[in-house]
């Protein structure tokens, strides 16, 4: 099984309507972090979370919003979807006793709105 | 501000060519880390390498390896004699540390796509 899993994977939605894309981890990491790919856009750090009672807005925070429910979870909220919104979204996770910074990411999740 | 570039939106190369993907980067800290991961077709972030500021020295895995040069700000990935399963987006990564000694998340370039033609 996966270390960080996201749900779903797919998704297609229509515009205004309200999308929560989940994440859970089990390997124990303190911060975890939400990113949205595009196209020759590369990977944009919306939000993240040094544990559940910090949360800190990223690079492109607009039209989301999020939660940390507990250290092992973190969604991410569209509260009325757009089209420029399609994208695919990642969580990570990083270890905050380690210094390198290095992310863990799961697999992805593909948001389609129409 | 951070920034990473990667200049090359895009590479086609015949299989068996060596290629290099460059990156170069911009930070304040001296403290920092650099990263490479690669993007299949399938959409999954694979974890290739992490170097850190105070490590010059150049690493070989295999097909691969990396050069960091740090009087450049650049952090170039070689492929030698390359494979079609080396089609892939490629990105490099840089972390920086916040005022409590921990990163906060990584900035990506924009990524290389490379395409091996067999």
Known sequence: DADVTQTPRNRITKTGKRIMLECSQTKGHDRMYWYRQDPGLGLRLIYYSFDVKDINKGEISDGYSVSRQAQAKFSLSLESAIPNQTALYFCATSDAGTENGELFFGEGSRLTVL | ?118
């Open chain 2, 1 to 118: 501000a951070q920034k990473v570039t990667q200049a090359q939106t895009e590479i086609s190369v015949v299989e068996k060519e060596d290629v290099t993907l460059d990156c170069v980067y911009e930070t304040r800290d001296t403290t920092y880390y650099l990263f490479w991961y690669k993007q299949p077709p399938s959409g999954e972030l694979v974890f290739l390498i992490r170097r850190n500021s105070f490590d010059e020295q150049n690493e070989i895995s295999g097909r691969y390896s990396w050069n960091f040069q740090k009087s450049t700000s650049s952090f170039n990935f070689t492929i030698t004699a390359s494979q079609v399963v080396d089609s892939a987006v490629y990105f490099c990564a840089l972390s920086e540390f916040d005022s409590g000694g921990g990163a906060d998340g990584l900035t990506f370039g924009k990524g290389t796509h490379l395409i091996i033609q067999p």
